[in-house]
């Protein structure tokens, strides 16, 4: 279907008035924040634990956890390991928007380039 003349300029008027949002933004992350968000990779106790503990038990199957349902001893064990990976999960959330918001404001400043698309296929 064909957009109509007005579409087409209330399309183009909203990418203009998302390319200049981008222009004019404020940073997302406090750059006095840099060192301390980027170092988290190098955290064992803030990610690298919890990150092998999530993928440990992403490995487990029905058994394990039929298991775990039946013996107190191996639940009580496990339970404090809820609040850590939910707390890593909304870290990881956190990470994620924040790569998320950063490739979009490259994706807008780059639209500027008639040949960004190409550019953004080559491998970094």
Partial sequence: ?????DEQQTADG???ALYEKVMACEPALAPDQLDRVAGMVMDQEATGRPWRLAALLATKDGAFFKDLANDPEKAQALAPTVSMLQDFAERMRGVAELAECAA???MV???NHEKFNAWAAEEA
Avoid: I
């Fill in 1 to 5: 279907m064909n957009q109509t003349s």
């Fill in 14 to 16: 909203e990418l203009d």
């Fill in 104 to 106: 979009a404001r490259v």
């Fill in 109 to 111: 400043a780059g639209c």
